[in-house]
Nanobody
Framework: QVRLVEAGGGLVQPGGSLRLSCAVSGRPFSEYGMGWFRQAPGKEREFVAAINGAGLITYYANSVKGRFTASRDNARNTGYLQMDSLKFEDMAVYSC????????????????????WGQGTQVTVSS
């Protein structure tokens, strides 16, 4: 079993930054690609970013490209989502998820394919 525990959400002003972390335990972290998703009230969950198991390949939703950066430290079994230049429309519950490396490149943006999920963390953007 793989367990994901998130941290780092909070309140930030527009234009500000936050870094989310996702600590993974239970299996070798490098065996999994990591995805980040978000869900705002009344909206469906949407893909935000993803990074492969080796940390060499990243993908981003167009809405966050150039502002968000996904990274990972396999030695620390932790993934990160650096969020800069935050906007009101970024406000949501953010969740990390793990997907086996063998299918990650096929399904990285499809939340239904992910095997394990963190508990979610609230990001609030307000002036």
């Amino acid at each position: 079993q793989v367990r994901l525990v998130e941290a780092g959400g909070g309140l930030v002003q527009p234009g500000g930054s936050l870094r989310l972390s996702c600590a993974v335990s239970g299996r070798p972290f490098s065996e999994y690609g990591m995805g980040w998703f978000r869900q705002a009230p009344g909206k469906e969950r949407e893909f935000v970013a993803a990074i492969n198991g080796a940390g060499l390949i990243t993908y981003y939703a167009n809405s966050v490209k150039g502002r968000f950066t996904a990274s990972r430290d396999n030695a620390r079994n932790t993934g990160y989502l650096q969020m800069d230049s935050l906007k009101f429309e970024d406000m949501a519950v953010y969740s990390c998820a793990a997907l086996g490396s063998d299918v990650f490149l096929l399904w990285y943006s499809d939340s239904r394919r992910y095997d394990y999920w963190g508990q979610g963390t609230q990001v609030t953007v307000s002036s």
